[in-house]
């Protein structure tokens, strides 16, 4: 659907007319040769001579031309814009989490699948979370594994693959072998309270019996209760069993009962069924839609219109006339070199053009302008003609010749036609969608050089204060966490919830990881797949040094990625520096100098959201601003309804 | 000043000219192929007879011219040799008016007028005859009195050299076609009798007045018109749209036009033709000049030199 943004701008229509009354009427002073004979040639031709140049060539089709490229100026103005169909995107109304247990007991076979197998009973959580997964379309979906204690491995995601993943590589006694499940509830409160969604529901898959936790489970339904949380609870095990492994359904059932949720055996597919309705019909499965209509601007329509007609009136013009004119040289490329527009150097990186072939029209438009130029210079014909000796004596009418004139003008307008149509930008159009940001992975070294005290508090800490910063900024955006030493370890994979990479980022520390050493390479090729799963984005590299036997690594990365990547070194200017930007070549890093403010932060915010996005860059994303150059165009169009302005063209 | 000798006269380059006035006559024998050929040979002006010398009396001689006195005083018979006395005052009028400023392709038609009237003056000094002149342009008019003298030349050649270089397109010299008739006046009131009147113009502003004046002048005296024009006067050129001027205005013709080119010519040559017949009512020969070919060898061409 075609619409004007600006309708009114065409009340501008009758401006020429304005023009053409008001305005003194133009005398092109041009170059002519001094005759003897001029009476005799004015009585013959029928002509009476003229100040200036004559207005003989006013012409009908010079008219209409001149009127179609105005209206096409003005249609222009006016911003036409096509009105695509909505675009609406569903933002999941729910968030679920499920906390599974991962306690020693876990590994208990006393489990029968559906082909009446005998398998532990994680495995049968998994399968059980599979088949739940599977309907848990458009809702968000975290996962909190829980042991003796609790943490959050899979921050909500819409990605139910990955948490589907995640899940898969749970292992029994990776968090421990006691069962903390008030503790679970207590983080998956926590979890909860960073996000915006109304309806909140936990499901904890567990084999019962609280061994660990420093909240109890009754007190943890309690607060969930109170903050809105709904939880269910599905015991997992033989319900027959006793001791250790028993299963405690009296508290799994009180949980549940008391935030108002359902109890269910894992076995009972039938309770479990029940579960899934009342998910589904409990808390109707609104799915919020965004909606959005894109505006299209397409000013470069009747743009690109008025230029093929003026260009093709005046190429006809000039082929036209070319019958009786001598063959002439050809175009020096000094000409040509004129007409290309613009050292583009000096403009912002991110500039270019959206339909860059339609600057190949500056080259005919520079071939006609020169043939349109030479044709006004009224010299040019004679020096043929008059002995080159005693032509400078005879050449008069020169005086007040203008630099910019009428045929210079149309040389200006059509550039910036061109410019326009080619469409200039150098900023993305913001998404109507928050989330479309592009991703970042915050690649962290947590090696003991990192606990330096050079920088306050620490480098390690400091960094975590500036990840800090860098969240909040960064809002809504997915930011994904890797640390690394001797090996790199994906901490947190890209979420949108910054309070979880924020608490994880607080709590890196040399100790946790296995292995002493610089796999920076290992780090970098991790962070990419992470931003591959979210998207696509960019990386920042915070490291206080590189080891130089990194530099093959990082090359050969290179090779395979172009991710840009920003070194943020928590260092102070020194060798240090100098070493770690030495090394950190090989992988293109650019650096960016911690600053006492937070104007680090912002540049890097802000570099991040736009981070060249493999996935999803197209086009239409970039803010057309060559719109802007349209009244230009329409002002430099005006002049030519002057009255004799257009007499000394073609 | 740009010193091109095509654009403006230098006086060495007319004063030069003196060595290339020969080949060609003014005087009433004239070669077989001249314009004057056939018109004017019996008919002889000037009266009276110039001393040239005495010598020893040859038998044939006529002996009313033996002079007494030397045969007395020697004891030898000596006669006077006396020669027809051939002087006929030529009077140049030259033209340097602003429409006079141009050419196309070797020279200036002032120029060509000036090493026209420098050939003539010198020619005219070499047959010992008084040669003056009127030099005029817009706005002046000098006249130069008659005078036997390689000065009286010199003068002549200044003159016309001082009013050719203040000759420009951008000066604001404005054409004034009523000085050809002004010019002729003055050369009526001067050439009475017996004169050789010169003019060395392109005929621009000439008029009914003119042939009058015209007539009036061949009445009692010679005149050779040279006319000075540019091929370009007579023929426009294809070169498609084309701005004229006069210095003030303007006038944009495409002369890709063949009916506009041909107009153009036939006017030039109805022209010409009209203003030859006149003239040759009149016995006064033309000299066309263009401003292409060299000026002696035109002149020379037309009066004289064998083909």
């Not at chain 1, 550039?415 to 469409?423: K, R, T």
């Not at chain 2, 030898?76 to 392709?105: P, Y």
Request: contains cysteine; charged residues 25%.
């Amino acid at each position: 659907m075609l619409t004007l943004a600006h309708p009114w701008l065409l009340a501008l229509l009758p401006l020429p007319l304005l023009i053409w009354w008001l305005l003194p009427a133009h005398r092109e002073p041009r170059r002519e040769l001094v005759v003897p004979f001029l009476p005799r040639l004015a009585q013959i031709v029928g002509q009476r001579p003229t100040r200036g140049a004559a207005a003989a060539r006013d012409s009908l089709w010079r008219w209409l031309v001149l009127i179609a490229c105005w209206l096409c100026a003005l249609l222009a103005l006016a911003r036409p814009q096509v009105i695509e169909p909505p675009i609406s995107r569903d933002v999941p109304a729910r968030d679920l989490l499920l906390a599974v247990d991962l306690s020693g007991s876990m590994e208990t076979k006393d489990f029968q699948d559906a082909q009446g197998q005998s398998v532990d009973r994680l495995t049968a959580v998994k399968s059980v979370l599979a088949d739940f997964l599977a309907k848990r379309q458009g809702d968000r979906v975290g996962l909190i594994f829980f042991g003796d204690a609790a943490f959050v491995q899979v921050p909500f995601t819409e990605d139910l693959h990955v948490c589907r993943q995640l899940l898969d590589e749970a292992q029994v006694r990776m968090a421990g072998v006691q069962t903390a499940f008030g503790d679970a509830i207590g983080l998956a409160i926590s979890v909860f309270e960073r996000s915006t969604v109304k309806e909140r529901v936990l499901i904890a898959l567990t084999d019962g019996n609280d061994t660990a936790s420093q909240v109890p489970p009754d007190k943890a339904a309690q607060i969930a209760k109170d903050k809105g949380i709904v939880v269910h609870t599905v015991a997992v095990g033989d319900p027959r069993a006793a001791g250790e492994d028993a299963l405690d359904e009296t508290t799994l059932k009180r949980v549940a009962s008391t935030t108002g949720g359902l109890y269910s055996h894992a076995g009972d597919r039938a309770q479990l069924a029940a579960i899934y309705a009342q998910l589904d019909a409990l808390e109707t499965r609104v799915v919020q839609t965004i909606s959005h209509r894109p505006r299209r601007d397409v000013y470069w329509w009747p743009l690109a219109v008025g230029l093929a007609i003026s260009m093709s009136y005046f190429a006809i013009g000039l082929l036209a006339r070319a019958g009786a004119r001598r063959p002439t040289a050809q175009p020096s490329s000094a000409a040509l070199a004129a007409g290309t527009p613009l050292g583009l150097a000096a403009l912002p990186a991110s500039f270019h053009f959206i339909r860059p072939e339609w600057l190949l029209a500056l080259l005919p438009a520079a071939l006609l302008w020169w043939a349109l130029r030479r044709r006004a210079d009224t010299e040019r014909p004679w020096r043929g003609i008059i002995a080159p000796h005693l032509l400078p004596h005879l050449l008069g009418g020169e005086a007040g010749k203008t630099r910019f004139g009428p045929v210079e003008w149309i040389g200006i307008v059509w550039l910036l036609a061109i410019v326009a149509i080619a469409g200039p930008t150098w900023r993305r159009e913001p998404s109507p969608f928050a989330g479309d940001t592009a991703a970042l992975a915050i690649v962290v070294k947590v090696s003991p050089s990192m606990q330096t005290e050079d920088v306050q508090p620490s480098r390690l800490q400091r960094a975590a204060q500036k990840i800090h910063d860098l969240l909040k900024a960064r809002g809504d955006a997915k930011t994904s966490l890797i640390a690394y030493s001797g090996s790199a370890h994906l901490v947190m994979p890209a979420t949108k919830d910054g309070g979880i990479i924020d608490s994880f980022a607080q709590a890196l520390d040399p100790k946790i990881m296995p292995v002493d050493g610089d796999d920076a390479a290992a780090a970098l090729t991790l962070a990419d797949q992470s931003l591959k799963d979210a998207g696509g984005g960019s990386i920042v590299w915070i490291t206080d040094g590189v080891a130089p036997e990194q530099a093959q690594p990082l090359a050969a990365w290179r090779q395979t990625s172009d991710t840009s990547v920003r070194v943020w070194p928590p260092l102070l200017p020194g060798d240090e520096l100098d070493s770690l930007e030495a090394n950190a070549r090989p992988a293109h890093a650019r650096l960016v100098a911690l600053a006492a403010d937070d104007s680090d932060v912002r540049t890097i915010a802000a570099a991040a959201k736009f981070a060249y996005t493999a996935g999803n860059a197209s086009d239409t994303q970039w803010a057309e601003s060559g719109y802007w150059v349209a009244p230009l165009i329409a002002a430099f169009v005006l002049p030519f309804f002057r009255r004799g302005w257009t007499t000394g063209i073609g | 000043m740009n010193d091109d000798p095509n654009v403006h006269a230098r006086l060495e380059d007319l004063v030069a000219m003196q060595h290339r006035a020969r080949g060609f006559s003014f005087l009433p024998r004239q070669p077989i192929h001249s314009l004057l050929a056939g018109r004017r040979a019996s008919r002889l002006r000037g009266r009276g007879l110039n001393f040239e010398e005495i010598r020893r009396y040859q038998a044939g001689d006529d002996i009313r011219q033996i002079d007494w006195k030397v045969t007395a005083r020697t004891r030898k018979t000596h006669s006077r040799v006396f020669t027809e006395e051939r002087e006929r005052t030529t009077l140049l009028l030259v033209d340097q008016r602003i429409t006079m400023f141009f050419g196309s392709v070797a020279r200036m038609k002032s120029v060509t007028a000036a090493q026209a009237a420098a050939l003539a003056a010198w020619r005219v000094l070499q047959q010992q005859d008084r040669v003056g002149a009127l030099v005029f342009n817009d706005s002046d008019i000098v006249e130069l009195r008659p005078h036997r003298s390689r000065a009286a030349v010199l003068r002549i050649l200044h003159a016309v050299v001082e009013q050719n270089r203040a000759l420009a397109v951008d000066r604001g010299l404005r054409s004034n076609p009523e000085m050809f008739n002004e010019a002729l006046r003055r050369c009526d009131r001067i050439a009475k009798h017996d004169c050789l009147v010169c003019i060395v113009s392109d005929a621009t502003g000439h008029d009914d007045e003119s042939r009058r004046l015209l007539t009036r002048i061949a009445q009692h005296n010679d005149v050779l018109f040279a006319f000075v024009f540019d091929p370009l006067e007579a023929d426009l050129p294809t070169a498609g749209s084309l701005v004229f001027g006069d210095g003030e205005e303007q006038l944009e013709i495409d002369t890709s036009s063949g009916s506009l080119r041909e107009s153009f010519r036939a006017d030039f040559a109805a022209t010409r033709a009209a203003g030859r017949e006149f003239l040759l009512q009149r016995e006064t020969p033309i000299i066309p000049l263009d401003t292409r070919d060299d000026v002696a060898d035109q002149v020379r061409r037309r009066l004289g030199a064998r083909r």
